[in-house]
């Protein structure tokens, strides 16, 4: 390579290098192809690529590949024959700084956030709820927020509901009607969530979006690998984690412009779930933070099957294009060649549509942006190998690296503060006092009404108590919370 900020993603025939320029990777990018043609394996080419340059990398670790990043690889016979084609005569094995997280907190750093954190927008997401008891949902939030009530864990959030259901004709002139039924429904699939890893992934301490953005001591980037095997198999919680991170990242990062490298890129693993039933409203959401994240210096990759798994007003945005090999055994599966043909800016000298059924393992088709921007004609890759180990680590190497890790200790211990269900705990037993105190002055004024003259009666104390009540629950000025495109706080209140 002839010049180190540029990252080296493969040669063509003729042994051209095929090069990605760092400065437009806050352009994002698209990896996509069939099952085993090396999606995977061009995911960590391209992470290890950005943590030499100094940019750190988060991506979710679905199978356990990517661990192997840590690790230096290893010489073989095939990684030889690809370094003679693109003519390169060195290559340092060597692996990277790595961080690993588990929302389980067992194969790495526990990954938590607060309810007020996440915000109802992805919430409601994560718990399929319909309109109606999405609005319940952001009824909950404006309440806590306009009062500046942290919601840490679950337990809030319950306690939250249930404190608008005892108060939901006195909440009704602040906020509308609310219906008992919808507070319920929530209430139910709060306990499924719950029982699906809810209690552990909410709480404190809450994860620092900064601790994904480290360098090592030699300036290289940290890479940040999630484990999601687990989460996998509950694909609306892997989805709605990766937004909020992306949410987190656009409300907390300082505008950056254009610059010679990114601040941070981000591989959005198994993309298509994120897309899979979500309401137009939400995907209209991402499309927003996809267009504005850019400016804050943040790439973000999306790897999937098919170009036509990512809704068009994304794709459009998405800069670098590896397309490894489909296989076209069904109409649906020509039409899709044929889409995924269709985006790249076509070059004379190729059958683009023919040759994605033929690329083989390690073969792609690439398109990046030159220095202004333009997408280049898609040209015949063949993939540059990793410089790190290539399939995961045992358990008892990622241990080891565990053990070493800076951030050890910093979120294995949960902290359960007091919040929400200790402070709506305090204003019902005082609303308790004051309804008791209220019913008996009525019976008082009542036992005076008989023996007082015809006129205009004052209001009595329990009236005006019911109509304090919703104003005591509304907005504190100067105390409440504001929230982002996708719900995320904006400037934290920890």
Same mark, same amino acid.
């Given at each position: 390579m002839t010049d180190t900020q540029q990252i080296l993603i493969g040669g063509n025939k003729n042994g051209v290098h095929i090069l990605l320029d760092p400065a437009m990777a806050n352009r994002h990018g698209l990896i996509t192809g069939a099952t085993g043609t090396g999606k995977t394996v061009s995911l960590q080419l391209l992470a290890e690529a950005f943590s030499r340059i100094g940019v750190p990398v988060f991506s979710a670790d679905i199978k356990g590949d990517l661990s192997g990043i840590s690790s230096p690889g290893k010489p073989h016979e095939k990684v030889s024959e690809r370094l003679e084609h693109m003519g390169i005569t060195e290559h340092l094995f060597e692996g990277?700084?790595? %961080? *690993?997280?588990?929302?389980?907190?067992?194969?790495?750093?526990?990954?938590?956030?607060?309810?007020?954190?996440?915000?109802?927008?992805?919430?409601?997401?994560?718990?399929?709820?319909?309109?109606?008891?999405?609005?319940?949902?952001?009824?909950?939030?404006?309440?806590?927020?306009?009062?500046?009530m942290l919601l840490l864990d679950l337990k809030d959030l319950r306690a939250m509901l249930n404190w608008i259901a005892d108060n939901r004709k006195e909440l009704a002139r602040e906020y509308g009607n609310i219906a008992s039924q919808s507070i319920s429904a929530i209430q139910r699939k709060l306990l499924v969530l719950k029982k699906s890893g809810g209690n552990i992934f909410f709480g404190e301490p809450a994860l620092n979006?900064?601790?994904?953005?480290?360098?090592?001591?030699?300036?290289?980037?940290?890479?940040?690998?999630?484990?999601?095997?687990?989460?996998?198999?509950?694909?609306?919680?892997?989805?709605?984690?990766?937004?909020?991170?992306?949410?987190?990242?656009?409300?907390?990062?300082?505008?950056?412009?254009?610059?010679?490298?990114?601040?941070?890129?981000? *591989? *959005?693993?198994?993309?298509?779930?994120?897309?899979?039933?979500?309401?137009?409203?939400?995907?209209?959401?991402?499309? =927003?933070?996809?267009?504005?994240?850019?400016?804050?210096?943040?790439?973000? *990759?999306?790897?999937?099957?098919?170009?036509?798994?990512?809704?068009?007003?994304?794709?459009?945005?998405?800069?670098?294009?590896? =397309?490894?090999?489909?296989?076209?055994?069904?109409?649906k599966d020509q039409k899709a060649v044929r889409v995924a043909a269709q985006t790249f800016r076509q070059n004379p000298d190729i059958d683009t549509e023919k040759t994605i059924t033929e690329l083989g393992v390690g073969e792609t088709l690439v398109s990046t942006l030159d220095p202004k921007g333009r997408p280049t004609v898609v040209d015949w890759c063949l993939m540059a190998p990793p410089h790190s180990q290539i399939g995961p680590l045992t358990a008892e190497e990622k241990d080891r690296i565990m053990e070493r890790s800076p951030l050890k200790g910093r979120y294995e211990q949960v902290v359960d503060r007091e919040s929400a269900y200790e402070l709506l705990k305090i204003k019902e037993e005082e609303l308790f006092k004051k309804r008791q105190e209220a019913t008996a002055e009525m019976e008082r004024e009542k036992a005076a009404a008989k023996t007082r003259k015809p006129g205009r009666q004052r209001q009595s104390i329990l009236e005006s108590t019911l109509k304090s009540i919703g104003r005591?629950?509304?907005? =504190?000025?100067?105390?409440?919370?504001?929230?982002?495109? %996708?719900?995320?706080?904006?400037?934290?209140r920890r």
């Open positions: 990277c700084a790595t %961080l *690993f997280w588990d929302i389980e907190g067992k194969t790495g750093h526990p990954v938590r956030t607060t309810v007020s954190e996440m915000g109802p927008v992805l919430l409601a997401n994560i718990l399929e709820l319909n309109e109606t008891q999405a609005g319940i949902l952001h009824v909950a939030f404006s309440v806590a927020d306009d009062q500046g979006i900064q601790d994904l953005m480290h360098s090592d001591f030699s300036g290289r980037g940290v890479i940040s690998l999630l484990d999601a095997s687990s989460l996998y198999s509950n694909p609306r919680i892997y989805t709605t984690f990766l937004l909020w991170l992306l949410s987190e990242l656009m409300e907390e990062l300082p505008e950056r412009g254009d610059a010679a490298i990114p601040r941070l890129v981000f *591989f *959005f693993d198994e993309a298509h779930l994120l897309f899979n039933n979500t309401p137009k409203g939400l995907i209209d959401r991402i499309t =927003q933070v996809v267009r504005l994240i850019r400016s804050k210096g943040v790439g973000i *990759f999306f790897v999937s099957q098919y170009p036509n798994d990512i809704p068009d007003e994304i794709l459009g945005q998405l800069g670098c294009r590896i =397309q490894h090999g489909l296989r076209a055994f069904t109409p005591s629950i509304g907005s =504190q000025i100067g105390r409440s919370l504001v929230r982002g495109l %996708l719900g995320s706080l904006i400037g934290k």
